[in-house]
């Protein structure tokens, strides 16, 4: 978090990963290159400029590929967690990649036309009623106008501004992207001399991507099937032993958000899962320096009202608590954003 907005903010996380990132993108380009040059047929090779475009756009649909995946992987597995809090970063450097590959597109087959370079691209083929010679390059372009959205409002500045639900929903836009991108890919291919492999690549990476938010939806449904029902408007947690301390068990109310509930040392919390933030799941964050850190981005909200410390102003909804036969229970209704509940104390259980 940050009193005051900025720009860039970097840590010592972030400079890794961001390099990694570099390298990684860096790496991508040069196999990309190297095989396009090489395994050109004699006396076919393709001009540099050609093989840079065919680089960058399939730099730019690996990428977020790779990053559609995050999210069901930070489901299934925590550690994939370090890549969700970087997420940002390679967003961002998604929408560079895939403009370079625009701008280049633009320049080599519309910049020499008599119109304008986008009036050009937008009514040289106007065949959209056929697969074969559908014009896909629209479809490359309504997917990069809605990254560049996306990229535009990453920054926290909007995110405040919009409010937390829009903001999401906005850039819940980047499985349209994503689908655009995949059509336009695959129809490329299948009017260009890569023929199926191509197109098989981008439909498999659509697969894996589906694949891996059915797996994590089914995840998140067994576990709120398997909650029962509040008894006397109280929800079960579990053993107060088995949470683990600085960390937190989640409970699923009736109706609502779920319910986050912490263990510092003797005390237990309980607090709206959802982040402010970006509704980032607090309960599998931790309690460091007597805050709740959120497991995204690091918002901190204290665990006995739900506020984060100053100077900041996000408040969460808070719970009753109350142990009984060294169990758990919670209350299903939530208290007020902000409210101030005295935690249960594991040492008076029983």
């Known amino acids: 978090m940050a009193a005051s907005f900025s720009l860039v903010g970097w840590n010592r996380f972030k400079r890794s990963y961001d390099f990694a990132l570099i390298l990684g993108v860096a790496l991508f380009f040069a196999a990309h290159l190297a095989a396009g040059f090489l395994g050109a047929p004699a006396g076919q090779a393709p001009s540099e400029l050609q093989v840079v475009i065919r680089a960058s756009g399939a730099a730019a649909f690996s990428l977020l590929t790779f990053i559609l995946c995050i999210g069901p992987m930070a489901r299934l597995t ?4 370090p890549l969700l809090y970087n997420r940002r970063h390679l967003g961002v450097t998604c929408f560079l990649i895939a403009l370079v590959h625009a701008a280049l597109v633009l320049l080599w087959y519309h910049g020499f036309s008599q119109v304008n370079a986008f009036i050009s691209l937008l009514t040289s083929n106007p065949r959209y009623g056929s697969f074969g010679g559908f014009p896909f390059e ?3 372009l309504a997917a990069l ?35 655009l991108l ?9 009017q260009g001399e890569t023929g199926l492999a191509q197109a098989a690549l981008a439909g498999g990476s659509a697969l894996l991507v589906a694949g891996l938010h059915i797996a994590a939806g089914r995840r998140e449904a067994a576990r709120d099937a398997a909650e029962t029902e509040p008894a006397d408007g109280w929800l079960n947690a579990g053993l107060a032993a088995d949470i683990a301390d600085g960390r937190a068990v989640i409970v699923v109310p009736p109706e609502g958000e779920r319910i986050a509930v912490f263990r510092d040392g003797a005390k237990v919390y309980a607090v709206a899962n959802a982040c402010r933030h970006q509704g980032g799941p607090l309960g599998e964050g ?6 709740i850190v959120c497991p995204w981005h690091g918002f901190q909200y204290r665990p006995e009202d739900g506020c984060s410390p100053p100077p900041f102003t996000e408040k969460i909804q808070t719970y009753r608590t109350r142990i009984t036969g060294g169990r758990v229970f ?12 005295a935690p249960s104390l594991i040492e008076e259980a029983g």
């Open 78 to 81: 925590p550690r994939a967690l």
């Open 138 to 140: 629209s479809l490359g």
């Open 145 to 179: 106008l809605i990254l560049f959205v996306m990229a535009a409002t990453s920054h926290d500045f909007w995110n405040a501004v919009l409010g937390p639900r829009l903001w999401k929903a906005l850039h819940m836009g980047v499985y349209a992207a994503y689908g």
């Open 182 to 190: 995949v059509a336009h890919v695959m129809l490329g291919a299948a």
């Open 286 to 291: 931790r309690i460091l320096d007597g805050c």
């Open 330 to 341: 919670v209350e299903a209704a939530p208290q007020p954003p902000g409210t101030a509940i």
